[in-house]
């Protein structure tokens, strides 16, 4: 069975271009972006790791540390880093893990357990290692996204599913389809009509288990 939501994700210790520790340990009490890429060097791989540079601030504002992950090792990621900071005109100031064992691609399912990488392997090889992980601070899985390698991931999307996640654990609300920040939520069904009315001011029951309420500012 592989890893899924609300899994304790493994304590894993990774090699990464900025050193040696255990995943629990790094995570510590923040939120955390796991993004994994199949290679080192690779077009669209590339312009995603840019994109993950280019939004530091947003990260560090939610308290969210971000983890590369590629099947690559150290020396390959760090002259990687050189082009994707070109290319973005950012810092790409996160670690990337070294998982050329692919130990860490195989403990969170992105790749069966009875996988290996052939010499002169291509990322076709390693498809499957194109995921978005959100971790939460109790070191849960949030949320898993996996997409194939001729599409590059929305970080505007991944940063509102962020936005999402971290309203739901902090207010007990849930949020309802395109929902953005400042956006109406959906009231929990366990919550009373007089609790919610009593919490949220008033209350839109679109439907007898959909109601919807305005958070306070």
């Known amino acids: 069975m592989g890893l899924r939501i609300n899994d304790t994700i493994p304590n894993l210790t990774v090699e990464t271009d900025q050193g040696t520790f255990a995943l629990h340990d790094w995570i510590g009490e923040s939120w955390a972006i796991l993004f994994s890429h199949p290679k080192d060097f690779t077009p669209v791989c590339t312009t995603e790791f840019g994109a993950v540079a280019q939004l530091a601030d947003e990260w560090d504002a939610r308290g969210t540390k971000v983890l590369g992950i590629s099947i690559d090792g150290v020396e390959e990621h760090k002259k990687w880093k050189a082009d994707i900071e070109g290319f973005a005109g950012a810092k790409a100031g996160f670690p990337i893990v070294?998982?050329?064992?692919?130990?860490?691609?195989?403990?969170?399912?992105?790749?069966?357990?009875?996988?290996?990488?052939?010499?002169?392997?291509?990322?076709?090889?390693?498809?499957?290692?194109?995921?978005?992980?959100?971790?939460?601070?109790?070191?849960?899985?949030?949320?898993?996204?996996?997409?194939?390698?001729?599409?590059?991931?929305?970080?505007?999307?991944?940063?509102?599913?962020?936005?999402?996640?971290?309203?739901?654990?902090?207010?007990?609300?849930?949020?309802?389809?395109?929902?953005?920040?400042?956006?109406?939520?959906?009231?929990?069904?366990?919550?009373?009509?007089?609790?919610a009315i009593a919490k949220y001011g008033s209350i839109d029951t679109k439907l007898p288990y959909l109601r919807m309420a305005k958070l306070p500012k």
């Open 98 to 195: 070294a998982d050329s064992d692919l130990t860490m691609a195989k403990a969170f399912d992105m790749l069966p357990a009875e996988a290996y990488m052939p010499d002169g392997r291509t990322p076709a090889d390693s498809a499957t290692v194109r995921a978005v992980l959100i971790i939460g601070p109790d070191k849960k899985l949030k949320l898993s996204m996996t997409y194939p390698m001729n599409v590059g991931r929305n970080f505007a999307e991944v940063l509102r599913a962020l936005d999402g996640l971290q309203t739901a654990a902090r207010e007990n609300v849930a949020t309802p389809a395109n929902w953005v920040p400042g956006g109406d939520v959906v009231v929990p069904v366990a919550v009373s009509d007089e609790d």
